[in-house]
T-cell receptor, first 115, second 113 residues
Framework: DGGITQSPKYLFRKEGQNVTLSCEQN?????MYWYRQDPGQGLRLIYY???????QKGDIAEGYSVSREKKESFPLTVTSAQKNPTAFYLC??????????????FGSGTQLSVL | GNSVTQMEGPVTLSEEAFLTINCTYT??????LFWYVQYPGEGLQLLLK?????DKGSNKGFEATYRKETTSFHLEKGSVQVSDSAVYFC????????????FGKGTLLTVNP
């Protein structure tokens, strides 16, 4: 079955540590997105990529980094510069990078907590 | 700037009750509007959408009408079920190429038997 796989489901970060969240899709979608979900805050866009080897900052990119070396993969690194990383992270994709015209497909999320 | 405001929850209903979750937006121009649903422990799924004024989106018994005059996109269902318990997000597409979505804060709905 086609879909988006996020791993791990739960992740713990020690202070000063960088951690990487995995997102893989086999939908052959061009565009991929990372959102952060905080209780009572809705979803906020961290980074997005509309094509391989290209990505743009979203609304809250500080303290995060991404890469898009392969079409199917869009890993997110939460760096030590992100002072409040505890949140639920959601990866999503669309066929052509137009989520206003296309359905967003979401993974099942990764819960990141600070030890 | 562009924003989405939806009613705060939680909303608790009995099975077969009528549901309304209010959503209003601010935007330049006429964005596309969406409702996404998140079941416990999962990502979001598109529930319905409307792309222009007076359009009605519908799916699984849920409906929402794009009201330009009131800048609203309220979600309604005539008879909710326990399986409808989830978090509901209103969203709008912004940007000239519709390449970003702005989400509301979400409304938790709990339906009791």
């Amino acid at each position: 079955d086609g879909g988006i796989t996020q791993s791990p489901k739960y992740l713990f970060r020690k202070e000063g540590q960088n951690v990487t969240l995995s997102c893989e899709q086999n939908l052959n979608h061009d565009a991929m997105y990372w959102y952060r979900q905080d209780p009572g805050q809705g979803l906020r866009l961290i980074y997005y990529s509309q094509i391989v080897n290209d990505f743009q900052k979203g609304d809250i990119a500080e303290g995060y980094s991404v890469s898009r070396e392969k079409k199917e993969s869009f890993p997110l690194t939460v760096t030590s510069a992100q002072k409040n990383p505890t949140a639920f992270y959601l990866c999503a994709s669309t066929p052509q990078g137009r989520p206003g015209n296309e359905k967003l497909f979401f993974g099942s999320g990764t819960q990141l907590s600070v030890l | 700037g562009n924003s989405v405001t939806q009613m705060e929850g939680p909303v608790t209903l009995s099975e077969e009750a009528f549901l309304t979750i209010n959503c209003t937006y601010t935007a330049t121009g006429y964005p596309s509007l969406f409702w996404y649903v998140q079941y416990p422990g999962e990502g979001l799924q598109l529930l319905l959408k409307a792309t222009k004024a007076d359009d009605k989106g519908s799916n699984k018994g849920f409906e929402a009408t794009y009201r330009k005059e009131t800048t609203s996109f309220h979600l309604e269902k005539g008879s909710v079920q326990v399986s409808d318990s989830a978090v509901y997000f209103c969203a709008q597409a912004r940007g000239g190429s519709n390449y970003k979505l702005t989400f509301g804060k979400g409304t938790l709905l709990t339906v009791n038997p």
